[in-house]
């Protein structure tokens, strides 16, 4: 009896082990909205960028930066937390142009998550 | 470094469940006259449990660290991260908790323990098990927060009753064949048991139960993401689980009481009994690394999003940027209830009210301000923030759980920001 359940707790050890597969997406805190919106073309230059996530985030190991066209940094100041799920980021004034925002966030569940968003700044009169 | 999360994982919930496990078996479930170094043994083997949870649970930091540096974490970003963030402060006090916990159980576990200090540690050990909840994804939902932690926590407890209860209880029966102890003992224990086992699966199924409508939400979600995937897999293993619990409840029970009254073969009825045991006992330990891969796993309910991070696809949300699509409310509505019209707002901060009903498509709304997206809402109350000065328009819509459609349902209401 001892030396099956042996086996049996052997088997429970090589399927702990086999749980490194790869398909699965191991992250937990999205953007579900964000300012302005990922894809968004806008006219008024936007003075911050604001992202609401799918759940609360730890600020001190949290970041945003918003990258011009030719990849210059157009974020400044730190990141502020405007709600438990939601940070914002100050802005340099914008030229018109498409933006990428880079984000990565710790989640309270721990998960460390990141992707980037984007929008354009169209010409004026546009 | 996923597998190693899980790995460690699966690892900390069943070193707890073992702890737990031993010690209601010490204190709880032997009944008086069992041998005092059987005690011993199972209070050595809590104290063992405990330690390697302090050794999994010192990695999980490590890991921790090395997801966030991506890399080898450094000692700076450690104590930052164990002073500056809610789940390093819970891994402070649990593990200085287990800690202490480990000190007590060595004391105890060097000396002849009455089964009332047994039970005074066992009852010291259910924090430990239930805190792990202020780390898990119950923590981080938007809405019922003490529910879910709450019921998480429960869960956790009645995991640990019924599987790790089952470790003790295959170890005392294990050991009482080995030491050929009159079976009426071995039958008296099983007998306890089931009744710790019996409370400990109506509480998981309900616990259980709430967890997954939170975390999954629909039975698209269950079937059609990883998360629910897994759950199901849980179940299923939960079900063969409940199965032969069901039948150490209703048939061993009754064997062995029958081999006690001279009816049956003792030592036919013995093994019987140890096997269903092991089995039902392996069975809990697959269930822990399910667990474990779950933990690692990002909710059911967060699938939308997660695809669109994934695939990096615009939403469209705002009116003015690009075409929306609106559905009939379909028994949705919502009603703004703060800010009232024409109030005036000293700061930039406004807090919002509402009464949102979801109907058949609703699940949250979206608060825009002039036309602009400010956020959602699921729960009836949140603050807009950063409004600039001036008169604005507030809108509320219903929207359906993808966030892209919106129903024909709204309110609107003007206020001023001085």
Partial sequence: MYSKFSIGLSAVLVLLALQARGPFAWAHAYPAVSVPNNGATIKEPPREVRIQFTEGIEIAFSEITVKGPNGEVVSQGKLRRLTDDTVAIDLKPLRPGNYSVEWQVLSVDTHVTDGVLRFTLAETGK | MVAL???????????????????????FLLPRGEPAELRRSLTAWALGALLLFLGAYVLVLFVQGAKMQRGMPSSELLWRYLTMTQSGQVWIARATYGAALALLTWMLAQRKSSPNAIRFLAILALPLVASRSLTSHAVAVREDRIWVV?????????????????????RVCRLARKRNQAL???????????????????????????????????????????YGKVLLFKLLLFSVML???????????????????????GEVARNKALRRISVETFVGLLIFCVTGLLTVLPPGIHAVHQAAAATG?????????????FLPADGASVKILAPQTGQLFASDKVP???????????????AYVDGELMGMFQSKAGTLNGLKPGRHLLELRVVAEDHQTELDAFDRVEFVVK
């Fill in chain 2, 184 to 226: 009426a003992r071995t039958e008296e224990i099983v007998k306890r048991f089931s009744g710790l086992a019996l409370g400990s699966v109506a509480l998981l199924a309900v616990t259980g139960f709430y967890q997954s409508w939170v975390h999954v939400g629909s039975l698209e979600t269950l079937f059609n993401t990883d």
């Fill in chain 2, 150 to 170: 709450s019921s998480d926590a429960l869960h956790l407890l009645a995991t640990a009753f019924w599987a790790g209860g089952l470790i003790g209880l295959w």
């Fill in chain 2, 352 to 366: 919002l009210r509402f009464n949102l009903t979801k109907g058949k498509r609703g699940h949250h709304v979206h």
């Fill in chain 2, 243 to 265: 199965g032969f619990g069901t039948l150490n409840f209703l048939s061993t029970r009754r064997i062995l009481a029958r081999a006690v009254g001279g009816n049956e073969n």
């Fill in chain 2, 313 to 325: 696809q615009a939403k469209s949300l705002t009116t003015t940027e690009t075409t929306k699509r």
């Fill in chain 2, 5 to 27: 999360e899980a790995t460690i994982s699966a690892i900390s919930y069943l070193t707890l469940a073992l702890l737990l496990g031993q010690l209601m078996t010490a204190g």
